[in-house]
């Protein structure tokens, strides 16, 4: 199994605690390159298990999303020379001279692209207009993957480890989010630190779009260079200085730097892994009562519960033996009723597996 470093930029392979060079499942069924929930790859149960297809657009995939880049990675990129990232620096240089979201802090989506992504439904991998601007569409592949952002780096449509697998990934995000928020800070304070004594740095929750944000257009020019100050103009020569900053950090100077909050999310990652790599079947099982089920033509049936992207197949006889786990008795106890009564069993590993998926869930 690979491990845990392998998903992120390798900035971070210097920069994080031990417990990231620890093994964690590798997401096979998530496969990008041939992407898994276009139409000419996806399997039909995974299309419309419960009547919505839910497939991808092959020339967006599953990059309807706008990274917020911290500015460490975006002069990680920017110090990286080799050809095959020539595009990816491009386009981020764009960014950067348009001034639209460009902060000392962050290069991130305009308020407006914001807007719209959270109060837009079903559109995640089937909406053109919200395609990332990394993405190339010809190739179908990200122009920045080395230094992609903690979403990036995390977000997978489907799990091997199913519900289990997905709170891993979604608990890493959370650490690999704090880590942004904390180490662009650190960054700032080093290199332009009238930006975080003014508070410059605290998110705008309600982030209510301005007259420029609308238009996607910049600040007027005496607000940005108020911002920037004395890097107006160099914002390029910035962020690579903010990479110097970051990448001669030690593992420990990161730890202080990401304080408490990170001590605790590390826990809960950790408990996490434990989870998704050794999971244990409950006691006594009841077949979910919000689980969707599609019968397909061959006379299988296709059932979904944690995601609206992943289904598990199993033969049409197999259903009626689920139907009997009502969690009114110990697993080990229908099993060998169904093995007396209709001489059949579902073994363990299903069984598992089928938790996992929360198909059956812990009564």
Not at 73 to 87: H, I, K, N
Not at 204 to 212: G, I, M, R, S, V
Not at 222 to 249: H, S, V
Request: aromatic share 10%; proline share 6%; charged share 25%.
């Amino acid at each position: 199994m690979p491990q845990m470093l392998d998903s992120l930029p390798v900035l971070y392979r210097d920069l994080l605690p031990d417990f990231f060079r620890a093994q964690i499942p590798n997401e096979e069924k998530a496969t990008c390159s041939s992407c898994a929930m276009c139409p000419s790859s996806a399997q039909g149960a995974v299309d419309s298990v419960d009547g919505v297809s839910r497939l991808f657009r092959p020339d967006t995939k599953c990059c309807t999303y706008y990274p917020k880049l911290p500015n460490y990675l975006v002069g990680a990129l920017l110090s990286d020379t080799r050809d095959e990232l020539g595009e990816g620096r491009r386009r981020v240089g764009e960014k950067i001279a348009s001034h639209v979201g460009v902060t000392p802090q962050w290069v991130r989506p305009s308020a407006r692209y914001n807007l719209l992504y959270r109060n837009s439904r079903q559109f995640f991998g089937r909406a053109a207009s919200m395609r990332c601007p990394y993405f190339e569409e010809q190739q179908g592949g990200c122009t920045i993957w080395p230094y992609r952002e903690a979403v990036c780096s995390t977000f997978f449509c489907k799990y091997v480890a199913g519900a289990d697998g997905r709170k891993l990934w979604m608990t890493f995000k959370t650490y690999l989010a704090l880590a942004e928020i904390q180490l662009s800070r650190y960054a700032v304070l080093q290199l332009l630190p009238e930006y975080i004594l003014a508070g410059k740095d605290k998110p705008d929750l309600a982030e209510t779009p301005t007259l420029e944000d609308l238009d996607d257009k910049p600040l007027p020019e005496k607000d940005y260079a108020g911002l920037w100050r004395q890097w107006a103009g160099r914002e390029q020569e910035f962020y690579r200085a903010c990479f110097d900053t970051i990448r001669a950090l030690s593992p420990e100077q990161v730890e202080k730097i990401m304080g408490l909050d990170g001590v605790i999310e590390l826990k809960v990652l950790e408990k996490s892994l434990r989870d998704a790599t050794a999971p244990v079947l409950p006691k006594v099982l009841k077949l979910n009562p919000e689980a969707t089920v599609k019968w397909l033509a061959d006379g299988s049936v296709a059932l979904g519960a944690y995601s609206e992207y992943d289904a598990v197949a199993l033969p049409g006889l197999a259903y009626a033996l689920l139907v009997e786990f009502t969690g009114r008795e110990p697993v080990e106890a229908v099993r060998e009723r169904l093995r007396e009564e209709k001489q059949a069993d579902l073994h363990e590993d299903i069984l598992l597996e089928l938790y996992r998926h929360r198909i059956l869930t812990e009564a």
